[in-house]
C-alpha cells in the first residue's frame, strides 16, 4: 500500500514493556511525532536480558499464584546469532574496546546483549518516558480510546486514557510444559527451562532434557558438564533414533521423543531404550500470554495462535488503536521489531493506511489456511521459518523503509546451519567472513562506526 498524503496526527500512546520491543517501538513512536509513555514492571530496561539468579517458587511454573520471574535467561547463555545481524539497522551492535567489562566475542553472553539495550535507551533518551515498577493490569477499549490501569509498587492503582497501546509485554515467561503419559507418579525432579540458571544441582545425575531447539541444544550442554548421563528427548527426531553426541565428557545421547514415565524412576523413549533419571528439564518453548488485555473477545488464543491478528500485528476490529510488537518467532528479531514498530508508527499517524476490515480478515484467514494445506496445527501460525525475510520485507515495503539486508538474511541461513552441523563450536568457529565484511562495509559506509569501535547514531 502506497504513503497516503493525508494529514500526520500525533496520538498519545501507551507501550507496555520496555525490553527490547518496547525500546525500539517507543523510539520509533518518538521518529513519526508521537508522544509516549512506557510502562514496565521491572527497576531498568532490557527485559529477557537481565539475568536474575532467582527462579519461581513453582518450579514447572503451573501455580498461577506464584510471584512471576520475568527472565528465562541462564547464566552461561550466549546469542544464538552473530551480533551484526542482531543489532538494530542505524544503532548497530558493535564491539566495545573501551570498556574491559563488555564482550567483544561475536556471540556474546547475555550481559552484553543487555549494556547494548542498555547503551540504546540511553542515547535515544528513551529512560525519560519509561514508569519503572509500574505494571498494566488492565487495557479495554473505551468510547474510540484505550483505557490502561497500570499499578506502581505499594501504590493504588492509576487510570488514564490513550490513543493507542502498542503491546510490547514479550512471551518467553509462561512456560508450556509437555504432557508425559505416566508423569504423575514419576518420583524425580521436574523443572521448566524458564527456571533453570546453572548446572550446579544437576552434580552426578541423569538428567532427560526434553526438546532440541535453542535452549534444549544448550542446557543439555551445560549440564552434560556436571552430570553423569544426559539424555535430549527430541520430538523432531526418528522414532528409532538413539545417538552419542560427542562432548567432552562423552555423556550425551539423544532420543526420539518419550513414550511413558514410570514409578520407579525410568523414562521409556518411543525407540525402546530405559532410563533410570533424577531430573526432568522441559525446554518445550512457551505460551503467549496478556493476562491485562480486556477486549470483550475479540482476542483470543488458542493452541497458541492469537487469534485475529493481521501479519501478526494488528487486530482488525481493534486497529490500529491496539497493535503487538515481536510476536513471531525469527532469526532478527530487533531488526523485526523495528520494522514492525515503523509500520505501527506510520499508521497511527495516518501516514500510511490499512486495508479494511474484511480485507485483514481475509489476508488472516488464507495465511490459517496455508498452514492447514500444509498439515501444520495452530500453534505454528506464528512461526514464520523461511518466509521470514519475506514477511519482513512486506511491511518494509508498506511504510517505505529500508528492505532487509541481503548480508543479514544470509547470516541467519548459514548460522542456523552451522548450528545444526556443528551445535558445540558455531559460536565460536565460522565460514562467513565475507558476510561479515559485507556487513562492516555498510556500517562503515553510512558512518555507524565511531572511533572507539562502538556504534555511533548519525541521525
Ligand atoms: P522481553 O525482553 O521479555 O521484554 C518484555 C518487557 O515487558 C519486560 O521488561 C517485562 O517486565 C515487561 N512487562 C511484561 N508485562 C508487563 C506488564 N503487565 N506491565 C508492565 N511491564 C510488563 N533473540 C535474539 O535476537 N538473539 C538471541 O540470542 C536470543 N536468545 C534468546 C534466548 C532465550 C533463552 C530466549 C527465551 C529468547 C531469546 N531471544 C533471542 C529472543 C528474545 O526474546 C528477543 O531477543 C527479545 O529480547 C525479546 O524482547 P521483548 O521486548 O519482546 O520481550
New binding site residues.
Partial sequence: MEPTSNPIYSQHVAV????????ITARELLREGHTVVV????KE??????YSPKTESDPLSLDPNRSIV?????DS?????PRES?GVRDFPFLPRFDDESRDPRR?PNHRE?LAYLQDFAREFKIEEMIRFE????RVEPVDGKWSVQ?KKSGDSSNDEIFDAVVV??????EPNVAHIPGIKSWPGKQIH?HNYRVPGPYENEVVVVIGNF??GADISRDIAQVAKEVHIASRASESDTYKKLPVPHNNLWIHSEIDTAHEDGSIVFKNGKVVYADSIVYCTG?KYHF??LETNGYISIDENRIEHLYKHVFPPALAPGLSF??LPAM????VM?EIQSKWVAAVLSGRVKLPSQDKMIEDINSWYASLHALGLPKRYTHKLGKIQSEYLNWIAEECGCPLVEHWRNQQIVRGYERLVSQPETYRDEWDDNDLMEEAYEEFGRNKLISKNGFSSFQG
Fill in positions: 507496555i514493556g520496555a525490553g527490547a520491543a518496547g525500546l510502562f514496565e514492571r521491572e530496561v532490557g527485559g529477557l536480558w537481565i520475568h527472565s528465562s535467561v541462564y547463555l550466549r546469542t544464538n546469532i542482531m556471540y546483549v509500574t505494571e498494566v493490569v497500570s510490547c509485554s514479550g512471551h518467553y515467561t527451562s535453542a535452549s512457551y493476562p491485562f510488537i515481536g532469526g532478527i528479531q530487533f521489531f
